[in-house]
């Protein structure tokens, strides 16, 4: 069945003022949603009030939080809004999410909030088939991805995730946290047993931003790049976000595509 005329997509993000990730990143899943679905508008709203404003500052760049887009569709005459955000998982940023979206429920017909990156056990083994065929490392190295973390509940996803990885042949995937319980410190004794050839770094998070370019390969002493060679392991980085890979912007298309249907309901 069609899709209701007057829909439009609302996409969300954290934000990032790092423009060469963010055009990577956010901009290319904005773009592929609108290449799919070129009837609907496309709006943005990212709901960092920090990053917000340093790039109203910096770049003089305004972009709206999600109050502000959903005063905009209205305004434009919007009546049916798919919203899709670019969050990994459904943590606090999610919950907070939903509930400033649900606050204009009263000025649309409909609102359909869409799946983040990873839900359902398919979107766990997308996103992991996506990672071994992107990075493959060789049976002597190591591949660290650097997930976010939270003290949600959702934390729980990263050690799924870690298990899929061996449990998908690749004993030599892991992901560890900056922030939560599944951090850095949790697995060294394990790496330092292990003792890899090599050991690469890279971001399990949307946009390769700040955590990515200081906390996981910044030169300071607490970065995991810092770390990990002082405990003597070689170290490369990738500061490539997930928002990069053609087959994880996939992912959202499909999440889109399933709030589409259930408008024509």
Request: proline share 5%; charged share 30%; glycine share 6%.
């Amino acid at each position: 069945m069609p899709i209701p005329e007057k829909t439009a997509v609302l996409v969300i993000s954290f934000g990032t003022s790092y423009p060469e990730t963010r055009k990577k990143t956010i901009e290319k899943i904005e773009k592929d949603i609108q290449q799919a679905f070129p009837d609907l508008p496309c709006y943005r709203a990212w709901t960092s009030p920090r990053i917000r404003a340093k790039l109203k500052k910096r770049d003089g760049t305004h972009i709206m939080d999600i109050a502000e887009a959903m005063i905009q569709m209205k305004n434009d005459g919007i009546r049916n809004v798919i919203v899709q955000p670019t969050y990994v998982i459904t943590g606090f940023e999610s919950d907070a999410m939903k509930k400033e979206v649900l606050a204009s429920e009263k000025d649309f017909d409909s609102i359909v909030i869409c799946d983040s990156l990873i839900v359902t056990q398919q979107d766990e083994e997308e996103v992991c088939q996506a990672l071994i065929r992107e990075y493959h490392p060789a049976p002597e190295d190591l591949l660290l991805l650097m997930g976010h973390g939270t003290e949600h509940i959702a934390n729980e996803l990263y050690p799924e995730m870690d298990r899929l990885f061996k449990e998908s042949g690749c004993p030599n995937i892991h992901i560890r946290t900056v922030e939560g319980d599944f951090s850095l410190e949790t697995f060294l004794e394990e790496l330092r047993t292990i003792h890899p050839a090599h050991v690469h770094l890279a971001p399990f998070m949307i946009v390769a931003g700040d955590h990515a370019s200081n906390d996981m390969a910044g030169e300071d002493e607490d970065s995991w790049k810092s770390i990990l060679e002082k405990e003597g392991f070689q170290i490369s980085c990738t500061l490539q976000g997930l928002g990069e890979l053609p087959s994880i912007r996939d992912i959202f298309l499909r999440h889109v595509r399933a709030g589409s249907a259930q408008l024509t309901r």
